[in-house]
């Protein structure tokens, strides 16, 4: 095809660089930055990603390190007339009933616990996406059917689930990220259908579809990044759900196994020596909430950044 | 002159957002005499609405006034609540846009209105019950002792707006302001509620403010005309001067750029290109009928019944032609475009496309042959992806349907087409939400016309904006027509609109159609009492005209399309009383060559 000569002004604006346009995103995040609740639990979170990865490898004691001399011993700081132990200057989260250096236990429990919620998260958001934009841009039965199979799962007992799981595939790492991600993805599925089912009545929607495109185009190029806000503001609140959900399980002795551990596990032994060993609870206990604390603040900025009628 | 109702002096509104501090009202003066009808006119965001608000104290939380509001010597600005709330809905009333946000959904009428009247005149509840009904009388409501007992939801848009009005001049107020009362309305039912609140203000003397921005609704109701913009008033004066000896520019363009039904051609406006003789017919729809099933009764098992949206609807189009379809809302002018564009499945018909029948084809075929039909929608910001740039916006039809082609060469045809509706190619990277609505249209027509395609669809495209940029909108589409040839299919609730840009127009009323003429003999010859309603209640920015003219108006409401009797509202002599039977289908008479009307009763 020939083109028709550009006039001298248009050659010109050619040349100029195209305008950068401002998103909706960009918007949003302009609006996240300048809260100030949510901007301090991003960077409080960030320091205790920072400290999950890093402190353990900078400390003189490995996880499983026992040292039967300093059971059950208080940080020396910790006030109040409790057992001390010669050593204890070194151990600043003091040690656990055998023997074990608190401080790294707590940050590698950090480790598991983030993954976990970030992973679980993860697979929950990939299914639930998926299912239920697909569920909510068919419509008619297909939707119906799909959204019924979410009910009859929602139904079934979650612990129950997970003890059957752990039962019949050995108890694992991975698995707990599975039955995890494989509970949570339902409601994420259902916030995605809703948010379909009016993204679809959208007229940019009907647009693409006289401009020919596809169904599944239509989905991935309208419908998700149209769900996206709801979507984000959904996975900050369901992370501090999952790493809940996680330390439930291995509170209950069917998550995360010894000498492996995770907050769940040292909250759960923590609490049995509260009283003669209160330090063995409050860390990671502390830990748990200032992390799920960060996520609800994060979620609640995210909610009012993209929250269009704040425009 | 006696003491003006309302005075207003020096009426300062600014606004706190986010984005900084909005001027929307600066300065202005301006009394309102008694009785008299004062039009304030004036586009969209130009303020007219904040300023009657902050007058009567309804300002938004983050907007502040300042200045003097005197209502019969007593100063209304910041006025305490309790103090306004005397005035407010008693003397100085308002009446709104949209009827049903303004009622309380949960109450009956009724009970409204004789609210109303029990807080401001302190009468016993028999009494209110006896002026209500003879105020809805007066607004023409029959049966007023039924409708007292209905919701809201139960009535019609025009149904609901009387009772505003109703509500509003139930206490004798000094002052009406009617913001927009009719913009939301069809337009025989716009001219049944002009025609009410004119009889009104006879009757009851009440000062009338009108805020509108059609200088048509203007034209036939008022004496004294704003012109407002910006936030200040840029020309006052008596309707005729106004209308006739427009001084200031923006007055002028305000008035070149309303459509006018009296002159489809007007100086200074893109003409449409003359239809060739022997041009080829392009598309032929033959009998196309789309029902939807809608769920009646039945508590355990559901009864359908069809919503005859569009009942056999015929015609042809040729190779360059535009076609208006005019009617008002409900009556299948949108379900008709969708199903010719096969956005809809069709019931029954045939859609034949270039000698292809459409509803044959399958749908790989049916994808490549949208190359050749686009639409345009009606609202530009919501027919846009928000998270698109325009530019893929624009691309979008090429990259579904065009996929070899290279990046680079899409890119240089967005540019392309951009330069050829009027966009800066340079905003190929921003978002809908940066530009204006009229930019946004601009853009919907560039993503119709990208692939060059021979028809195009547009669905209200000009209905959702301002009338200066109508206007451009307008004018692009019929320069795009003159230099690419293709055909349009114009759909519009306005009739001034679809002359302008129709070589034929089609009238649809409910489903069918009841007449379908030349552009002329559709103004100069209508046939159909339908169609001479229509006309009749289109207004045109010409006071005298607007004053000499009676109106042949269409009484009751629209009747409800699931009820099979509707449709034969002008042929009742074959009409079968049963709301489920099969009705006799009016056939299309052609009167005179190319001017087809269907069967009705003679007047």
Redesign the interface.
């Known amino acids: 095809m020939v083109r028709a000569p550009a006039t001298p002004t248009a050659q010109l604006m050619e040349r100029a660089q195209a305008v950068k346009g401002r998103s909706l995103l960009a918007d949003a995040r302009r609006r996240l930055f300048r809260n100030k609740a949510a901007v301090a639990s991003m960077a409080l979170l960030a320091l205790i990603a920072l400290l999950a990865v890093f402190a353990p490898l900078t400390s003189p004691y490995a996880f499983t390190d026992q040292d039967y001399n300093t059971i059950s011993c208080a940080p020396q700081w910790w006030p109040g007339d409790l057992p001390r132990c010669r050593a204890s200057g070194a151990h600043w989260f003091g040690t656990d009933a055998v023997g074990r250096d608190l401080f790294v236990r707590t940050l590698y429990g950090a480790r598991v616990s983030l993954t976990v919620g970030v992973v679980a998260t993860f697979v929950s958001l990939m299914i639930g996406v998926l299912y239920g934009a697909v569920s909510g841009f068919a419509g008619g039965r297909t939707d119906a059917i799909m959204m019924r199979i979410v009910d009859i799962l929602y139904s079934l007992p979650f612990i129950f689930m997970v003890i059957v799981l752990m039962v019949v595939f050995n108890q694992n790492f991975v698995l707990l990220f599975v039955a995890i991600g494989a509970v949570s993805w339902l409601t994420m599925a259902r916030i995605v259908r809703g948010q379909t089912l009016s993204a679809k009545q959208k007229e940019f929607v009907e647009a693409a579809r006289a401009a020919g495109v596809g169904p599944f185009g239509i989905i991935r190029r309208h419908i998700v990044p149209n769900v996206v806000g709801p979507v984000i503001v959904y996975v900050t609140l369901t992370i501090p759900g999952v790493i809940l959900a996680e330390s439930f399980l291995s509170f209950l002795g069917l998550g995360i196994r010894e000498p492996f551990t995770s907050w769940g596990v040292l909250i759960s032994e923590g609490a049995g020596q509260m009283e003669t060993a209160p330090w063995a609870l409050v860390f990671p206990a502390g830990f748990m909430a200032l992390t799920l604390f960060c996520f609800n603040f994060i979620g609640d900025g995210l909610r009012d950044a993209l929250d269009p009628k704040d425009r | 002159m006696s003491v003006p109702v309302l005075s207003v002096k020096n009426l300062d509104v600014r606004f706190r957002t986010?984005d900084g501090e909005v001027h929307a009202v600066k300065s202005v003066t301006f009394d309102v005499a008694e009785g008299e009808c004062l039009g304030v006119v004036g586009e969209s965001g130009s303020g007219k609405s904040q300023l009657f608000l902050a007058a009567v104290g309804l300002l938004a939380g983050n907007g502040r006034a300042t200045g003097n509001v005197v209502y019969r010597g007593q100063e209304l600005l910041n006025a305490p609540a309790k103090q306004l709330n005397n005035i407010r809905g008693s003397k100085i009333t308002m009446i709104f846009q949209d009827p049903l946000t303004s009622l309380t959904p949960h109450m009956r009428i009724g009970e409204q209105i004789i609210e109303t009247l029990v807080t401001h005149k302190k009468i016993d509840r028999r009494e209110a019950e006896r002026r209500t009904l003879a105020t809805l009388e007066l607004v023409r409501i029959s049966e007023g002792k039924r409708r007292m007992r209905q919701y809201p939801h139960e009535l019609s848009g025009g149904m609901r707006q009387r009772v505003m009005i109703a509500m509003a001049t139930v206490c004798g107020p000094d002052l009406l302001i009617a913001d927009e009362p009719t913009t939301a309305l069809d337009v025989t039912v716009q001219a049944q509620i002009l025609e009410i609140m004119r009889d009104l203000r006879k009757e009851l003397s009440t000062s009338i403010v009108l805020i509108s921005h059609d200088m048509g609704v203007i034209a036939s109701m008022c004496d004294r005309v704003q012109v407002m913009r910006h936030g200040e008033f840029v020309e006052t004066g008596p309707a005729d001067d106004i209308f006739y000896h427009p001084k200031h520019p923006y007055t002028q363009m305000l008035l070149d750029a309303m459509p006018r039904i009296d002159r489809p051609e007007r100086p200074g406006r893109i003409p449409l290109t003359p239809l060739p003789q022997a041009s080829p017919v392009l598309l032929q729809v033959e009998d196309v009928k789309v029902h939807f099933p809608i769920r009646t009764s039945g508590t355990i098992l559901p009864k359908y019944k069809p919503l005859r949206a569009v009942d056999g609807v015929s015609f042809t189009l040729k190779e360059g032609e535009t076609l208006g379809v005019v009617g008002e809302s409900g009556c299948g002018k949108s379900t008709l475009a969708r199903a010719v564009?096969r956005?809809l499945p069709s019931t029954a018909g045939m859609v034949v496309w270039a000698g292809r029948n459409l509803s044959e084809v399958d749908k790989n075929e049916l994808?490549r042959l949208?190359?050749e039909f686009?639409?345009v929608?009606?609202?530009p910001l919501?027919?846009?992806?928000?998270?698109?740039?325009?530019g893929e916006?624009i691309a979008?039809?090429v990259r579904?349907?065009e996929p070899e082609l290279p990046r680079a060469t899409v890119t240089?045809r967005v540019?392309?087409i951009m330069?050829k509706v009027g966009l800066?190619?340079?905003?190929?990277?921003?978002?809908p939400?940066?530009f204006s609505g009229g930019q946004n249209q601009r853009v919907?027509v560039a993503?119709a016309m990208i692939l060059r395609p021979r028809l195009i669809v547009c669905d209200e495209a000009v209905s959702a904006l301002d009338v200066s940029i109508q206007a451009q909108i307008i004018d692009l589409i019929l320069s795009l027509q003159a230099e690419f040839g293709m055909s349009l299919i114009f759909i519009s609730h306005d009739l001034s609109v679809v002359r302008q840009v129709s070589h034929r127009v089609m009238v649809l009323y409910l489903g069918r159609v009841v007449e379908l003429a030349s552009r002329d003999a559709i103004y100069k010859d209508a046939r159909h009492p339908y169609t001479k309603a229509l006309i009749s209640a289109v207004m045109v920015p010409d006071p005298k005209a607007e004053r000499a003219r009676t109106r042949r108006l269409l009484t009751g409401e629209l009747p409800s399309p699931l009820d099979t009797r509707s449709a034969l509202m002008f042929l009742r002599s074959k009409r079968i009383d049963d709301p489920d039977a099969e009705q006799y289908v009016p056939r299309l008479i052609e009167v005179a060559p190319g001017h087809f009307v269907a069967e009705h009763d003679s007047a």
């Open positions: 986010p564009l956005l994808r949208r190359k686009q639409i929608f009606q609202d919501a027919s846009l992806d928000p998270r698109m740039k325009i916006s979008e039809p579904s349907l240089e540019r392309e330069e800066d190619p340079a905003w190929i990277n921003r978002y939400h940066e919907g993503r």
